[in-house]
């Protein structure tokens, strides 16, 4: 039994307080199939998500068979199953690899055949079996539905809470999907509660609620509906809820509630008589468990953080392989941003004039020679400069490209995710694993690519380290910003300009005024990287910098030190921005 106490929720607006659920009382049995109406705007997603607890009752309470689920904490993930108005499943994966890493991800299973039987269960149950190899790109709206729900059928929920499954759709898979809806009410005593905006095939329904401006209008049997609303058609119901504030609507609600609630006792009664509700509440618990034949323990426990982990990295690559333009974008960047940097390795490779002993030589022959390698020097360590500095941005403009979107991309199946029993640390760490794997192939390519062409004379392991640190950080950093974006464009926007940025204040190209540059310079990763990447130089290399730099290059342990900072920063920002709700609304 699912039990609302004048449940209300508020939020300020212009500074006073407006309830968009306002003292909501409802009692649900177990078994119960309810649709939640409504005019656009009237609250039914507020009110759904109250029930879900993802919008914390401000007042009154929630109770689930006995227990107040604000004080004694909320049901657990794997018992309440929300399908939200978006979809949650990614294009590139099929049906059946979807509802595997649903299972995956939500319930601990015992071995592989507990897991294929799970799958397998909840395919027939929502007649997903014959397109179970379908990638979800090209399924109608109606499978897309189905496939929401398959997916929060896999922990076997004991509340079910839909929003708009069926809006969208055609009348013919509308009515398959409540068909739907009302079987899978009537196993193992769920309750399903569906919000629709649609007035149509109410009479499967066990009850109506009506909202109004936050407020209960009606909750009985689809057949008294008409009659309580004094019109011929549900349709009229709308236009007949306009005609009154809601506050009338709710006051005479409440006068009426026993009679009407008396008459769904009698229906809920009728059901049970004619078999047609699988069994009454107590004998079920024990009925179930010897289904399961696991313990109740065993079911409640959600898989642990390696094994999401390990779901989220191996789905994480697959979505990336099947992606053809995105594998297509990366292979191309890999391939040609080494390419232009080799454009300049020529003139970092001209043979620089050297001092001769000088004997014998006049004070004339001596200083054209100052000159002549003075200029060779000059032209050689500005493109040995050059070329490590494009390669530092190159690797900046990557780690951007890396992760700007990859979290803000996925934001709302995030969310749903973690509402799920998903931690948000296996989800961090599996993007940081996989994100990993593309900074090292790009930056040692990189670096190695660019070597075969020029006579890099140096610690080359400093400078490739160095390369893998500025990928690193502005990965990082971006991954932080696409966690606390709301859009994937403001994300992919904001790490754009902090990659354009980078260029300019880094000092590299251009000498800053000297009171600009000790505020920018801590922040600019570009900088450090190029800084101690200089500093593997040796030889020739070391002396022509040392004549063309005004760019003062700090120490190797201080250009490590910031880097791995920035890095540390990024990631705080991304564990704080994942960690945090952010669901639209
Ligand atoms: N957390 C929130 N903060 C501010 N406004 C909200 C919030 N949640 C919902 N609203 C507003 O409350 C109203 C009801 O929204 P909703 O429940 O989504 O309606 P619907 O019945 O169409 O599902 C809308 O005007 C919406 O913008
Ligand atoms: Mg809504």
Redesign the pocket.
Known sequence: MLELKDVCFT?QKDGEPLN?VDHASLKIPRGHFMAIV?P???????LLKTIAGL?PESDGSLWWNGRNLSEDGDLEPWEIGYVPQFSIAYDQLTVDESIEAATRLRVKTKNAEDLDARIDRVLEETGLAPIADRPVSVLSGGQKRRLGLAMELVSHPKLLLCDEVTSGLDPRSEREIVNLLHDISRKEGRIVLS?THSLAHLELYDSILVLHEGRVAYHGTPEQLTHYFSVDHTELVYPQLAKQASEKWRSSWLKHSETYYAKLERNRQKLYDQGLLELPADELEIEEDEEEQATPEDETRSPGLLSQFKTLLGRRMRIFFRDRGQVFLQLAILICFPLLVVLFSPRANENMRKFTDGSGSTLQQKLEEQAGVQEDRLKVGSAVSGIIMFQVVLLSLMGSNNAAREIAGERQILEKEKFGGVSPLAYLSSKVVFLSGLILIQSLWMAGFVELFWSFEGDFAQHAIFLILVNAAMTAICLGISSLMRTAEKASLLSVYLVGFQLPLSGAVLALPEKIEPLTRPFISAYWAWSGSVDSLSGQYRSALASISETQISSVNLCFFVLLIHITLGLIASWVGTSRPQWE?
């Open positions: 939020i968009l409504g656009s705007g009237c609250g039914k997603t507020t919008n919000v609304h």
